[in-house]
């Protein structure tokens, strides 16, 4: 036999299921490309002389590990469809004369091409697109930053060795699948009818349990520490709902729907309920799969937009004033205060900078834990954040009076009270003292970083000096030379650019115990949240077109399942109108399923994310909702505009 027989047949197969490998061959070339660029920035060596730059690599190298496995997961799926549309063909082949070491020669080739063009394609498109991804990144760090553009070798060497074993695999999977079957089994492959599937209702009610205790977890998770392990939890919960529910609630739906008969003795919905019953089972697991692809779009890039374009919004949370300069001191000490004033005030004058705002504060703060309403304690006034550990911020009245303008008259056991986020009773034991909650405040009474801690935080007012003395002291008993002093601080606002704020801050930053600046960790912010844009962006792009991929093979799997379907209809007498309206009603109802749940899915996830987006100082809701909706909105049209074109391919299958 001719030596280029086997390679001339496989490039003519690939050319004639060319409506099958084609999309196929854009997800490997589109797959290899985000692996390298990904790799690309990972290992730029100019990544670690960045402000921020190990938050970055993290978060780099945590996307090129999610597409390294996304590709394997994804591409093994796509893989299996082709296959299974090429059985009938690969058992003709079979009848005809061709050994099965023969259709393995022919398969090696077909697996070597695509190979070929989806890691040449890739590399190259990677390779011309890193540039201007790496400027789209630049531009979501808002500065400028030492990473070179160029070829990446490592990157190169790590796409190539991944896709090689990937494409391996998956040739040995192929070959040992038609090796194992026989010729009737291949050629009825591609056809194989399904029984109809059994109601499975443990199934359905384990899946709702599972996507209730995820939705619960979700809306009643309060601590923003206690919902980054229990996320994961809510997360896997969901996963395991969507798919019991998907494959066995639809079914116990699909029945219930069949056993309404002024329903189901239609014409559209007689033929497509029955239909998507009988092939449930494999439907079903497409469907969750674009369920969970959709959500993860929606909360991925919704949540890193809103990140991005919240910055200005975390830093005005996490830093009260252009520069904050705190000083312990033992109480009564004003003269160290005064003095720390001064010298500020002096030094900001020396820089040049004229001073438009300056708020001075006292208080004292230190660790507790909690037990019904008694603090307790431990030797070590942990300040390790848990979500068991309170953090109390004590002021005496009149400090209150001169932050606020607001009198506190209070008794020697009367408190006024800011909690957040758990809220404490109308009393609590505190040093064998218990105190009397009089008001809750709407706000916290001071301006301090003590508010963007991942801990329950108490800001409360006491009634006078004596009364924190008294605090004071009971907090060294028990701590002793582990115990917090009394914190004075200044947060001053200052004009010029910030350059010259940050400047004035370096003057000043040796004055104070602990010395913070706005404009001085902007850069940390912006490389912090612009990588994260960049990868929710870059990730979602991906979960997107696996998303479109897994849509579009599933109407041409099902176009074709359902044409001689369709013929056997219209022989018995169902026009061609009748056809079309069962058609578009299967096609909707499948169709749609799948966003409608990621949307309710979503919902559920909001209280929760909202907890989360704390830990990155994000506390503006409202820009929260509108980022959602603006990411629902542009899926929904995104994935309308997938419907009308791939419902299109169905229609010229079936008809």
């Known amino acids: 036999m001719n030596r280029m027989f086997y390679p001339k047949l496989a490039a003519s197969n690939i050319k004639k299921n060319g409506k099958f490998y084609f999309p196929y061959i854009l997800t490997c070339i589109g797959t290899v490309l985000m692996f390298y660029v990904m790799s690309f920035i990972a290992y730029n060596p100019g990544i670690m002389k960045m402000p921020g730059g190990g938050s ?6 945590f996307g090129t590990i999610t597409i390294g496995i996304f590709s394997v997961i994804f591409l093994f799926y796509t893989n299996s469809f082709l296959m299974k549309r090429r059985k009938k063909e690969l058992g003709l082949y079979n009848i005809l004369g061709m050994e099965k070491r023969h259709i393995g020669k022919m398969l090696f080739f077909e697996s070597l091409y695509i190979a070929v063009i989806g890691l040449a394609g890739g590399l190259l498109c990677g390779v011309l697109f890193s540039k201007l991804i790496l400027l789209i990144l630049l531009k979501m760090l808002n500065f400028t930053t030492p990473i070179a553009f160029g070829v990446s070798k490592r990157g190169i060497g790590m796409t190539i060795a991944l896709f090689c074993v990937i494409f391996s695999v998956m ?7 038609v090796h194992l079957a026989n010729p009737i089994e291949l050629l009825r492959g591609g056809n194989v009818g399904e029984k109809e599937p059994r109601t499975k209702g443990i199934l359905a009610v384990l899946g709702f349990l599972a996507l209730g205790s995820g939705y619960f977890i979700a809306i009643t998770t309060k601590s923003p520490i206690d919902a980054i392990p229990l996320f994961f939890v809510a997360v896997v919960l969901v996963i395991i709902g969507t798919y019991c529910l998907f494959t066995a609630g639809s079914i116990v739906l699909l029945k219930a729907l069949r056993k309404r008969k002024n329903y189901y003795y239609q014409t559209k919905h007689f033929t497509s309920i029955s239909g998507m019953i009988y092939r449930m089972k494999q439907n079903a697991v497409g469907l969750a799969n674009i369920c969970i692809l959709s959500t993860m779009v929606l909360v991925m890039v919704s949540t890193t937009v809103c990140l991005y374009l919240g910055v200005e919004d975390a830093l005005d949370f996490r830093f009260p004033a252009d520069i904050s300069i705190q000083k312990n001191y033992e109480p009564n000490d004003n003269a160290s205060k005064d003095l720390l004033k001064q010298e500020t005030l002096t030094r900001i004058k020396e820089a040049g900078r004229s001073i438009f705002e300056i708020k001075e504060q006292s208080y004292l703060a230190f660790s507790v834990g909690r037990e019904g309403n008694r603090f307790v304690f431990d030797e070590h006034n942990n300040t390790i954040a848990t979500s068991k ?3 109390l911020v004590f002021i005496s009245a009149s400090e209150y009076q001169a932050l606020t303008g607001k009198e506190a008259s ?5 408190v006024l009270i800011f909690s957040d986020p758990v809220k404490l009773g109308k009393t609590f034991d505190l040093f064998g003292t218990t105190y009397t909650v009089k008001g809750e405040l709407t706000q916290a009474p001071i301006e301090s970083d003590y508010k ?34 009394m914190e004075y601080q200044l947060n001053i606002d200052i004009n010029g650019t910030d350059e010259q704020i940050i400047a004035c801050y370096h003057k000043v930053e040796d004055l104070g115990d602990y010395t913070s600046s706005r404009a001085a960790t902007r850069k940390d912010f912006y490389t912090i949240y612009g990588g994260f844009l960049f990868l929710g962006i870059f990730l979602g792009t991906l979960f997107l077109m696996a998303t479109v991929l897994i849509i579009y093979y599933k109407q041409v799997s099902e176009g074709y399942d359902d044409k001689e379907r369709f013929e056997i209809m219209q022989k018995v007498g169902m026009s061609k109108e009748e056809v079309k309206n069962s058609i578009g009603s299967q096609v909707l109802t499948v169709f749609f399923l799948p966003i409608v749940a990621a949307g309710i899915h979503v919902v559920a996830a909001f209280p929760m994310i909202t907890r989360l987006l704390v830990l990155f100082n994000l506390t503006n809701t409202s820009l929260f909702i509108y980022c959602t909706l603006g990411t629902v909105i542009l899926f929904a049209f995104i994935y309308a505009v997938v419907y009308l074109v791939t419902a299109r391919v169905y229609y010229k299958i079936v008809k």
């Open 171 to 177: 040739l040995i999977s192929n070959q040992t699948r």
């Open 389 to 391: 550990q309170h953090v």
């Open 452 to 485: 963007a801690l991942l801990v329950n935080s108490h800001f409360i007012v006491v009634a006078d000096d004596e009364v924190l003395e008294h605090i004071y002291q009971g907090e060294i008993e028990v701590y002793k030379e582990k115990a917090s002093n």
């Open 410 to 414: 209070l008794k020697k056991d009367e």
């Open 56 to 61: 970055l690599l993290g978060m780099m190298t």
